[in-house]
């Protein structure tokens, strides 16, 4: 049996993600920005011929929202696919803040398309893993990468690529997690409800490609006070569009305001640091890595658990 093991890291958006100009086909309404991190990472293992399809994901059987998901992102990889045995496992904890469907997707896509024979490119690969979550089309990369609103109906010029790799800068990215709880609203769902209620969805969506133009000379330049500025700016954006949503989308507790308070605590006394914020409350702090130490002990005082991660590499092909 045709067997393929890929590894992915998961990524963290500095320029956000949110909302969606075509459902079916998982086309995003606005560009986004992100740095892959490690060490966290997914392992996936795709058996192509099976008795039946089957998930297990870190070590139990997937749930059915999980398993349709996987299988019918594998009948985009072959419709005439035979039945498939899928086993993933993500070595960081499900509840460490981070998207694991981000790396979990990219290495599916990578480990399906290997044990089925085919031969993709890489913005082929990323445009499959889009269709099973968004944020995943960006973990194909390593470092630093973006991913391109794009403008054809069939979305085949919505992929992401690497602006740059992930020896590019010396930056480390400092998880603070208030709460490890599953989340309330899942992005998806989140990101929907506020397209269709919320009144600030429209400068939201005119507000991003000003951050994208910044932030992509911010990270060539290795200036990390401009990018901070911008990050905090398109995270901050995103939550006031989805709390204005109706009813409000609301991620934030107060461990979330007391993080940020540590980050502009830290700034005043002249560490370059800057936070951002996906679909729950933990916070996510990027600063230099000569200064992780200092940043990661402050955030402890405030935060549950704290993880010290830095620029991963692209997913890539294991066995
Ligand atoms: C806030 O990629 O999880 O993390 O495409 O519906 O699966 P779907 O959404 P998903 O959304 C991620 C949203 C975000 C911002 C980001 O990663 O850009």
């Not at 100009?21 to 011929?49: H, I, Q, Y």
């Not at 069939?154 to 989340?183: C, N, T």
């Not at 679909?279 to 010290?308: F, I, M, T």
Request: charged share 20%; glycine share 8%.
């Amino acid at each position: 049996m045709p067997s393929a093991t890929a590894v992915a890291h998961p990524n963290i958006a500095l320029c956000k993600y949110w909302g969606k100009r075509d459902r079916a086909l998982n086309l995003p309404a606005v560009g986004s920005l992100s740095l892959t991190l490690a060490p966290f990472s997914t392992t996936t293992t795709v058996e192509w011929g099976a008795d039946a399809d089957e998930l297990v994901l870190n070590g139990r059987v997937g749930t059915p929202e999980e398993s349709r998901k996987v299988f019918a992102l594998l009948d985009l990889v072959d419709s005439w696919r035979p039945k498939v045995r899928v086993l993933s496992e993500n070595d960081f904890p499900t509840a460490a803040g981070l998207a694991s469907s981000s790396s979990g997707f990219a290495a599916l896509v990578l480990a399906a398309c290997k044990a089925a024979g085919q031969e993709r490119s890489v913005e082929q690969l990323s445009v499959l893993a889009r269709r099973g979550s968004g944020s995943a089309s960006r973990s194909l990369f390593g470092g630093w990468s973006e991913w391109k609103v794009g403008e054809r109906p069939d979305g085949m010029d919505s992929y992401a690529f690497e602006l740059a790799p992930q020896d590019h800068w010396d930056v480390r990215m400092i998880v603070a997690i208030f709460d490890a709880g599953p989340k309330g609203t899942s992005s998806r769902d989140g990101m929907l409800h506020t397209q269709e209620t919320s009144p600030y969805y429209p400068a939201w969506v005119a507000s991003t490609p000003r951050d994208l133009a910044e932030a992509r000379l911010a990270i060539r330049g290795r200036d990390l006070g401009a990018l901070g500025a911008i990050m905090e700016r398109s995270a901050l954006r995103m939550h006031a569009c989805m709390m204005a949503a109706d009813p409000p989308v609301l991620y934030w507790k107060s461990g979330s305001v007391w993080a940020q308070e540590t980050v502009r605590a830290l700034r005043d006394r002249g560490i370059a640091c800057a936070w951002t914020m996906d679909a729950g409350p933990n916070v996510k702090v990027l600063c230099a890595a000569a200064d992780a130490d200092e940043v990661s002990a402050r955030l402890s005082r405030v935060a549950d658990v704290v993880h010290v991660l830095e620029p991963g590499g692209p997913a890539r092909l294991v066995g």
